[in-house]
């Protein structure tokens, strides 16, 4: 049988799968139905050869379906969920028949069950990942007001070091630490509103008056947004909003991004802060394990200067994983705010002029429908070394002004 499938087309798999008794679905598919049916077979059978589980640090709810024949109970989750993480939930049917009728419903009723039941665990979740505000700038006099810096996607508050040298000294300035950055058995934050409740948890125990001004580069500036939201819900005074070359934010919808994508996204920032070709090319990482293509990007990292070669291979995978999180990440804000909110348009120079001023038209656009009194200005460096010497001087005056 297995040799008449093996030399089988399309055209004659229908009436094998009928003749044979296999597949009840598939033999009342017309041609063109399984042709598209196997092509999306063989899509996730190449995905799941290419998909690389980390472990995780939340617990982990496995429905397993009693009538499924497995020599692994656990389904292969032990190996990257601690036992006691591990939440096995029995339901009736096997792999197909549980998410159909009759089973679907007990599927269904157990699945709300459960996430009732995280909900009540919530509070554990937000203090996962420990400290997140890190001080940049302290003042000998207890300060009037803080500066809270967020960080773009796979980026740390280290890349604000030369920033907060430039805002008011008497000031309190902040980087906010991203999830999954510094351990790696921690995970990115799963959305633009956790990220922001954990933030600003951490704002209301340490930092209990003031006025606030919130700075966000990139992805940051969505974060930026949600906490200032947040803040001001919680009696602060967000005096200023700054957002730092943000793209505006597109809806409810989740980007759909190969790793491949992301990476090469990931390169193009590194490409812009070393001003060179990396010469990493998307044909060549495609064809890579997930370990060769970090290996390739610390590689150039270190070439370029932009990377101490004794730095762990860990760190670069960490930046990879969150920055991944935040590309995938969709966000779809409340609209207005009161006080200033200001965007700062930064240069793109893998584009022409026109094609700057059409990237900045649909920025100002996009963002103007979330702050219909937004301000925008005009910065004089790249996307990346804006916020290095010697621009970064620049970029602060733009801030304060």
């Known amino acids: 049988m297995q040799s008449e499938f ?8 229908v009436s094998l799968a009928e003749k044979h008794g296999l597949y009840n679905d598939i033999y009342r598919m017309s041609e063109s ?15 799941q050869a290419d998909y690389l589980a980390r472990s995780l640090d939340v617990p982990v709810h496995l429905f397993r379906a009693v009538s499924e024949p497995t020599d692994n109970p656990m389904r292969g989750w032990d190996a990257i969920v601690p036992r006691a993480a591990l939440l096995v939930q029995d ?21 709300w069950e459960c996430m009732l039941a995280a909900e009540k665990d919530n509070n554990r979740l937000l203090s996962r990942a420990g400290s ?6 302290l003042p000998s006099l207890r300060p009037t007001m803080s500066y809270l810096l967020v960080p773009g996607a796979g980026a740390t508050p280290a890349m ?55 700075v966000g580069h990139s992805f940051g500036g969505w974060v930026a947004t949600e906490l200032a939201r947040l803040l001001e ?11 730092i070359d943000s793209s505006a934010p597109g809806g409810k919808a989740i980007p759909d991004l190969t790793d491949v994508e992301i990476l090469m996204s990931l390169v193009g920032i590194y490409e812009d802060l070393a001003s060179a070709d990396m010469c990493v090319r998307r044909d060549a990482i495609a064809v890579m394990s997930h370990t060769d293509r970090i290996k390739l990007v610390q590689q150039k990292l270190v070439e370029h200067n932009l990377l101490d070669h004794r730095v762990d291979i860990s760190l670069i995978d960490n930046v990879f994983k969150v920055f991944a999180a935040c590309l995938r990440t969709p966000y779809l804000p409340t609209p207005g705010r009161e006080g200033t909110v200001k965007l700062i348009v930064l240069h793109d ?24 009194e937004l301000t925008y200005v005009d910065g004089d460096a790249t996307h990346s070394r804006a916020l290095r010497e010697p621009f970064v001087g620049r970029l602060a005056s733009l801030i304060l002004e």
């Open 6 to 13: 093996e030399t089988a087309d399309s055209s004659s798999l």
């Open 160 to 214: 604000f070091a030369d920033l907060a040298g430039r805002l008011p000294s008497q000031a309190a300035v902040f980087g906010l630490q991203p999830a999954g950055m510094d351990a790696l058995s921690d995970i990115p934050d799963s959305d633009i509103d956790f990220a922001a409740r954990r933030y600003a948890a951490e704002v209301v125990e340490r930092i209990p008056c003031g006025d606030i001004h919130l």
């Open 91 to 111: 339901v009736p049917g096997d792999h197909g028949s549980m998410v159909r009728e009759p089973y679907v419903g007990i599927l269904a009723d157990t699945l």
């Open 33 to 47: 139905d399984l042709e598209h049916y196997l092509g999306s077979m063989l899509s996730l059978s190449h995905a």
């Open 349 to 372: 120079e893998r584009l022409d002029e026109r094609g700057n001023d059409e990237r900045k038209r649909a920025l100002v656009q996009g963002w103007s429908r979330v702050f219909p």
């Open 233 to 243: 819900e919680q009696g602060y005074f967000v005096r200023t909003l700054t957002l």
């Open 132 to 137: 997140c505000l890190v001080a940049l700038n």
